[in-house]
């Protein structure tokens, strides 16, 4: 199971302003009927445990019964139906996909609020590349979402153009749109921005203050259409997470209402004005008060508060410039260049370090885990990780059986307060990871088993350096595999939990959140 670390705001269940009747419950018998018809049609797939299903059901509730008679939202429950979402590959809860003619189009990433589910809806009404007139044109340059329109006359490059159009649309949550119209009909806009026949306007998102752009059709197209679609520097919330956390994001904490943190975004909107439709990274900013752990564990201690943050795997840039537009928009250039260097926390380099579990911190993980003449088993823990408590005994004992074997080392690094390198983060609770000696490049995570004996044989598999296992380690099966566990609500990680893929042994958390 893939589990990435990504935004998923804890908030409180509200009452839903709908009628829950408006939304569609699936089982195996009624799913095929349902999906093969030309309306689109919206299916959860949840479980009942899923504290993030629970949250988002007055919001689907209210979305259901605003569109109704026009799409269909329905539930899948994924506990029950297991066949169904086996055959969608349904491996995190809550999980949206966009069904039309009984097949899959797209899988849903928008925000988990009303209003998202709402505008992704009426514009999978639309087709993906939609003639418009001059009329059309005068009123999309009125309307706040962005617009994407090629100038006509190019059949090759509206058929490329089309293709890019599927593939990024699902992204854009309903903040943007795809067209095509002649040139007379797009006067207004190539006065805007000069096009020709195969090539693209793009007007990002915003009304009085939109941008417009003249694009050829490219790869990077599809970057640049979420650019576009993006507000220029929006609140990053429990509601516009998942708008924000597939794109790397340069992010400024502040607290509403102080002046000094208001006059701060003025110069963070001016900076990502300089950057806007480039599709590489976004602007947002963070409720400072509310979500004061998630800029603790990035460790921002400056101020103005600003890093970019790269959500797939936690690897964070923090801004320590003169704080002006031009020099936060040189700072982000420079990171899209490949230029700038991750930040890594680390906690204090222990004054010994002796005992049989080798104590890992941010500073010395070259040292002790990349250290190529030794085979190295590395565990990075949560304090507060049951299963890293459970752990613990067997862990030490394992450290203790092999402490005359010079070539391995056995150790553990507090992921709470230090950070291992951007390729080998954690994405749960414990990350096991085996880095052989002499093949630093080629780690193996540990899935196996959790007792000595078995962390032994895989180490006599794995290491460079044959060992004897020593007598009386215990049965194989004294203990069975647990699967990693999900950050809890009192860090960062459980104020940002992962937005995409919940897993029923986080039922326990989820049900203390509530």
Same mark, same amino acid.
């Given at each position: 199971?893939?589990?990435?670390?990504?935004?998923?705001?804890?908030?409180?269940?509200?009452?839903?302003?709908?009628?829950?009747?408006?939304?569609?419950?699936?089982?195996?018998?009624?799913?095929?009927?349902?999906?093969?018809?030309?309306?689109?049609?919206?299916?959860?797939?949840?479980?009942?445990?899923?504290?993030?299903?629970?949250?988002?059901?007055?919001?689907?509730?209210?979305?259901?019964?605003?569109?109704?008679?026009?799409?269909?939202?329905?539930?899948?429950?994924?506990?029950?139906?297991?066949?169904?979402?086996?055959?969608?590959?349904?491996? &995190?809860?809550?999980?949206?996909?966009?069904?039309?003619?009984?097949?899959?189009?797209?899988?849903?990433?928008?925000?988990?609020?009303?209003?998202?589910?709402?505008?992704?809806?009426?514009?999978?009404?639309?087709?993906?590349?939609?003639?418009?007139?001059?009329?059309?044109?005068? =009123?999309?340059?009125?309307?706040?979402?962005?617009?994407?329109?090629?100038?006509? &006359?190019?059949?090759?490059?509206?058929?490329?153009?089309?293709?890019?159009?599927?593939?990024?649309?699902?992204?854009?949550?309903?903040? &943007?749109?795809?067209?095509?119209?002649?040139?007379?009909?797009?006067?207004?806009?190539?006065?805007?921005?000069?096009?020709?026949?195969?090539?693209?306007?793009?007007?990002?998102?915003?009304?009085?203050?939109?941008?417009?752009?003249?694009?050829?059709?490219?790869?990077?197209?599809?970057?640049?259409?979420?650019?576009?679609?993006?507000?220029?520097?929006?609140?990053?919330?429990?509601?516009?997470?998942?708008?924000?956390?597939?794109?790397?994001?340069?992010?400024?904490?502040?607290?509403? &209402?102080?002046?000094?943190? =208001?006059?701060?975004?003025?110069?963070?909107?001016?900076?990502?004005?300089?950057?806007?439709?480039?599709?590489?990274?976004?602007?947002?900013?963070?409720?400072?008060?509310?979500?004061?752990?998630?800029?603790?564990?990035?460790?921002?201690?400056?101020?103005?508060?600003?890093?970019?943050?790269?959500?797939?795997?936690?690897?964070?840039?923090?801004?320590?410039?003169?704080?002006?537009?031009?020099?936060?928009?040189?700072?982000?250039?420079?990171?899209?260049?490949?230029?700038?260097?991750?930040?890594?926390?680390?906690?204090?380099?222990?004054?010994?370090?002796?005992?049989?579990?080798?104590?890992?911190?941010?500073?010395?993980?070259?040292?002790?885990?990349?250290?190529?003449?030794? =085979?190295?088993?590395?565990?990075?823990?949560?304090?507060?990780?049951?299963?890293?408590?459970?752990?613990?005994?067997?862990?030490?004992?394992?450290?203790?059986?092999?402490?005359?074997?010079?070539?391995?080392?056995?150790?553990?690094? =507090?992921?709470?307060?230090?950070?291992?390198?951007?390729?080998?983060?954690?994405?749960?609770?414990?990350?096991?990871?085996?880095?052989?000696?002499?093949?630093?490049?080629?780690?193996?995570?540990?899935?196996?088993?959790?007792?000595?004996?078995?962390?032994?044989?895989?180490?006599?598999?794995?290491?460079?350096?044959?060992?004897?296992?020593?007598?009386?380690?215990?049965?194989?099966?004294?203990?069975?595999?647990?699967?990693?566990?999900?950050?809890?609500?009192?860090?960062?990680?459980?104020?940002?939990?992962?937005?995409?893929?919940?897993?029923?042994?986080?039922?326990?958390?989820?049900?203390?959140?509530?």
């Amino acid at each position: 199971m893939k589990l990435l670390y990504t935004f998923a705001f804890v908030g409180l269940l509200g009452l839903a302003l709908g009628d829950a009747e408006d939304v569609l419950n699936l089982s195996k018998e009624n799913f095929t009927e349902t999906i093969k018809g030309d309306i689109p049609t919206l299916v959860k797939f949840y479980a009942p445990w899923c504290g993030h299903c629970k949250k988002m059901v007055p919001a689907y509730i209210e979305a259901a019964t605003e569109l109704k008679g026009k799409v269909i939202l329905a539930d899948v429950d994924a506990t029950i139906e297991k066949d169904l979402a086996q055959e969608y590959g349904i491996q &995190g809860f809550p999980t949206l996909k966009l069904f039309q003619g009984g097949k899959m189009i797209q899988d849903y990433s928008g925000g988990r609020d009303r209003k998202s589910i709402v505008n992704f809806m009426v514009d999978a009404l639309r087709p993906i590349l939609s003639e418009i007139t001059k009329d059309g044109i005068a =009123d999309l340059m009125k309307d706040e979402k962005a617009a994407f329109v090629m100038i006509s &006359g190019d059949e090759a490059k509206e058929a490329e153009f089309e293709k890019i159009a599927r593939a990024a649309k699902g992204g854009l949550a309903g903040n &943007g749109a795809f067209y095509k119209a002649s040139a007379a009909d797009a006067e207004a806009l190539i006065a805007k921005s000069k096009a020709s026949a195969g090539q693209v306007i793009v007007k990002t998102f915003g009304d009085d203050d939109a941008d417009y752009s003249t694009v050829d059709v490219s790869e990077e197209l599809g970057d640049i259409c979420k650019g576009a679609a993006t507000p220029i520097f929006g609140e990053l919330s429990r509601d516009t997470a998942q708008t924000y956390i597939e794109s790397p994001c340069v992010i400024l904490f502040a607290e509403p &209402g102080n002046a000094k943190h =208001d006059d701060q975004k003025k110069v963070m909107t001016a900076a990502a004005k300089q950057l806007r439709g480039n599709g590489k990274v976004l602007f947002a900013w963070i409720d400072a008060k509310e979500l004061g752990s998630f800029k603790d564990q990035l460790g921002v201690t400056a101020d103005p508060a600003i890093a970019i943050v790269e959500f797939d795997g936690l690897t964070k840039y923090l801004f320590e410039e003169e704080f002006t537009a031009d020099a936060v928009a040189a700072w982000a250039k420079k990171y899209i260049a490949g230029e700038l260097t991750p930040n890594l926390k680390s906690a204090p380099k222990p004054e010994k370090n002796d005992e049989p579990v080798k104590i890992v911190v941010g500073s010395t993980w070259e040292e002790l885990v990349m250290d190529d003449t030794k =085979d190295v088993l590395v565990e990075q823990y949560a304090p507060w990780c049951g299963h890293c408590k459970k752990l613990a005994p067997v862990y030490d004992e394992l450290a203790s059986v092999l402490s005359d074997v010079e070539s391995i080392v056995i150790a553990k690094m =507090d992921a709470t307060e230090n950070d291992a390198p951007p390729p080998h983060a954690a994405k749960g609770y414990p990350t096991l990871t085996f880095f052989p000696a002499g093949k630093k490049d080629k780690p193996i995570p540990y899935n196996g088993g959790r007792t000595v004996r078995e962390f032994a044989e895989f180490l006599q598999k794995n290491c460079g350096t044959s060992f004897e296992l020593p007598e009386g380690l215990g049965s194989a099966e004294a203990d069975a595999p647990e699967e990693e566990e999900e950050p809890e609500d009192d860090d960062y990680e459980g104020e940002y939990e992962d937005y995409e893929d919940e897993e029923e042994g986080d039922e326990e958390e989820d049900e203390e959140e509530l």
